[in-house]
């Protein structure tokens, strides 16, 4: 089998190798074909880099003219088309519009490897030296071994080491890896187990081929890169300087020639002697040298090698223990060296930073954020990144996340619902943004006199993934203010949205429905949720883990409505008497909102919890005396009662050797001791050392087990809904520790 895998690999690479890119280019850019007009190199970056700030900015149609003028020749032009039609195909999942994004990323790999190999032809060729202002240096020993030298214009204050040919080689090597990582990514979003394994090649390829430049530019391999960060706290030396290049580590020819043989196993001791080697490469300038800006180059380079291996360590960090592992501090460092450079995938890097940073209010505590971040950073970057794309909704969703975690719910859930919103404004002749790229380029995008005035651009609220996302931020910001009536309809709208979660959803809305007051609706909702979950499995479909906790949720409570009442059926009536727990209280500990709800919303919470321990405590369940007595030691510790918070959680932890069901709820009480520790002994503020790590690393150690204890029949105890929560509690556990770490 797996020979016959690698034939169909072989075969299939080399088709693409082979393929005639100048034909793939017309077939899907007939209208932008054009003459060999020999535009320079950095003209051509410079488009690409407004076409990623169009398309940033929500002007998809201008950044999708940009790209097309020129992508049949300019490998920076096809990847961009490649792109827009990327994020069109994971933000609508449309199997039609993933098979054209996939042959649109083949396509553009193609040219992208034929623009490489035309620039080695040219770089090859003898350079003659023109105007008379250039005089090559050579050692004392004769002309045959020149040395390195730097070439900067009179009266420049920046000298680059890059030779126009060679920056363009390292730059495709970036574009082919980008089209490496779109390529599969979406083919892990087909049904095919050969996808699956070529995708996993691919990304495999990639990462390597990112430490290996990373390697090469920085001296270090990231483990090395992010031990000494680990140990001092700051960008080791090699970077601290942000205007430091290339040219102080080694020539960028040496860096071509080593990368060129990555796949050697003497790549390592290649690359370790690269730095300590003295570059023999000359350097001349070529007819282009004028108009090449060597900064722009250079800030290109590093923000291209930095992203792509910062994004691949941020969510490698984020993966469960088994498997890969990575520094989340080190990709966090290069990550926004990237986006600090304002090169190409500077704003790209930024997003990346913003949207980890803004998805930890669902995770960590609001005092007890890992200091590799901290908000007034974060805040600057986000205002500078839409103060640069006024008009773009992506900025506007992240700021609506920001808001929340800054303790303004109200305001979150406006910014968010404005996010989710088209912006109905016509571009007209005075706009501007339009202008703007009417002056950068001079030419134009092919639209009539009427249509310049008045064009109805495509925004990224078009797509279907942003509208989900921006609506489940918004309907949990409901659920934290209380609305529980808003909050059902938003995620019952979010349930004819989407096709993955949607019964979980539906279980969401029916919570909200029941914690309104809606009990007959609620039951009914309720109701169909075990007959959906039994379509699915008839149909052959995967049964979601959290839609087999809804499922047996609402199994406990149909059982105990017919223990107190034979032969009944579910109602409001039946259902407000089998329901002691509210549900919509797990969900919101879940999502970690108890430390985002205000002070009068805990007494409230804590006013019903403890009327329902006093009430029903005997007829309650082991579990749900574990899951309540958690509850309420968070609830209490968030109102600062540290004392009886401590005592609720050593009730829950009581328990352990009791459940026999929703152990997780123990592992999460082991968690919540050590987050109460924290604040109850130090107030965790930032120039304060966390005492007591010892403490909780035990903690930590204990949380796991429940996790990970098999019964006789060797299934796990926690149930595969325990498995979802506990990773949740993984991340949970992460940032804490990398909180103790960097204290």
């Given amino acids: ?73 300019s490998s920076f032009h096809a990847v961009g088309c490649a792109f827009i039609a990327y994020i069109e195909a994971i933000s609508t999942l449309e199997p039609e519009k993933i098979q054209l994004a996939l042959y649109q990323i083949s396509s553009a790999e193609c040219l992208v490897k034929q623009s490489a190999k035309d620039v080695h032809k040219q770089s ?86 990112y430490e290996h430049l990373f390697h090469l530019i920085t001296g270090l391999k990231p483990r090395e890169y992010a031990s000494r960060l680990q140990k001092t706290g700051e960008t080791p030396s090699d970077h601290s300087n942000p205007q430091s290049t290339l040219s102080e580590r080694h020539c960028t020819s040496c860096m071509l020639s080593a990368l060129s ?95 980890y940073y803004s998805s930890l209010s669902f995770f960590g505590h609001n005092r007890l954020l890992p200091h590799s971040l901290k908000s007034e950073d974060t805040r600057n970057m986000l205002d500078q990144l839409k103060e640069k794309h006024p008009r773009g909704k992506l900025w506007d969703l992240l700021d609506g996340r920001m808001v929340r975690m800054e303790g303004n719910t109200e305001k979150s859930v406006d910014l968010l619902r404005d996010a989710r919103r088209r912006n109905c404004a016509w571009y007209t002749a005075g706009t501007p943004g339009k202008n703007k790229i009417d002056k950068w380029y001079g030419f134009d995008f092919g639209l009539s006199a009427t249509d310049k005035n008045m064009q109805h651009g495509a925004t990224i609220s078009d797509f279907g993934q942003f509208q989900m996302l921006a609506i489940h931020e918004m309907g949990w910001g409901q659920i934290f203010l209380g609305n529980h009536f808003q909050a059902s309809e938003t995620f019952f709208r979010l349930e004819t949205m989407n096709l993955g979660s949607s019964i979980f959803y539906h279980y969401i809305a029916s919570c909200c429905m029941f914690a309104d007051g809606s009990y007959d609706k609620a039951a009914l909702e309720f109701q169909q949720i075990p007959s959906l979950i039994e379509q699915k499995r008839r149909g052959g479909r995967k049964v979601l883990r959290k839609e087999r906790f809804s499922e047996r949720r609402i199994e406990r409570w149909i059982e105990r409505a017919q223990e107190m009442e034979p032969r009944s059926i579910l109602n409001g009536t039946s259902l407000r008497r089998a329901v002691f727990l509210e549900p919509l209280w797990e969900l919101i500990y879940l999502w970690n909102g108890f430390s985002l709800l205000k002070p009068a919303a805990l007494t409230a919470l804590y006013n019903c919890m403890e009327t329902c321990m006093v009430r029903h405590q005997k007829i309650l369940t082991l579990s749900e005396i574990a899951l309540l007595y958690l509850m309420l030691g968070v609830v209490t510790r968030e109102l600062g009662n540290y004392n009886y918070a401590e005592d609720c959680l050593r009730k829950s932890i009581a328990l352990e050797t009791k459940l026999t069901e929703d152990r997780w709820v123990i592992s999460f009480s082991y968690y ?53 929560w506990g990773t949740r509690l993984h991340i949970r556990w992460q940032l804490l520790l990398e909180r103790l770490e960097r204290s």
């Fill in 124 to 209: 090859s060729k003898p350079t003659t030296v023109q105007k008379g202002n250039f005089v090559p240096v050579y050692a004392e020993n004769g002309p045959e071994e020149p040395v390195c030298i730097s070439f900067s214009s009179p009266g420049s204050t920046y000298s680059s080491p890059f030779k126009p040919d060679q920056a363009a080689s390292i730059q495709h090597k970036l574009l082919e890896l980008n089209c490496m990582l779109m390529y599969a990514t979406l083919q892990l979003l087909r049904d095919n187990w050969v996808g699956y394994i070529k995708s996993a090649y691919k990304l495999r390829t990639a990462y390597k081929t």
């Fill in 672 to 724: 919540e001791s050590a987050i109460l520790y924290c604040l109850r002994d130090n107030i965790a503020k930032d120039n304060q050392t966390i005492d007591g790590t010892e403490l909780i690393r035990i903690l930590h150690c204990r949380s796991i087990a429940p996790l990970t204890e098999k019964d006789s029949s060797g299934s796990k105890m926690s149930g595969q809904e325990g498995i979802d």
């Fill in 261 to 355: 043989d990555s796949t050697d196993s003497s790549l390592c001791t290649k690359t370790s002697m690269i730095g300590a080697m003295p570059c023999t490469h000359p350097r001349l300038p070529t007819e282009n040298q004028d108009s090449v800006d060597p900064t722009q180059a250079d800030s290109m380079i590093k923000s291209g090698i930095f992203f792509g291996i910062g994004a691949f360590s941020l969510i490698f960090s984020l993966l469960p223990p088994k498997g890969f592992h990575s520094s989340r501090v080190f990709a966090i460092d290069v990550l926004q060296q990237s986006y600090e450079t304002k090169g190409l995938y500077g704003d790209l890097s930024g997003f990346f930073v913003l949207s």
């Fill in 1 to 73: 089998m797996f020979r016959q895998l690698t034939y169909i690999t072989r075969r299939t690479n080399s088709s693409i190798k082979h393929a005639n890119t100048t034909n793939t280019a017309t077939y899907l850019y007939p209208e932008t074909i054009k003459s060999n007009s020999g535009q320079p190199f950095d003209i051509w970056l410079a488009e690409a880099h407004h076409g990623l700030d169009a398309f940033l900015d929500d002007q998809i149609n201008d950044a999708q003219a940009i790209f097309q003028q020129s992508a049949a020749e």
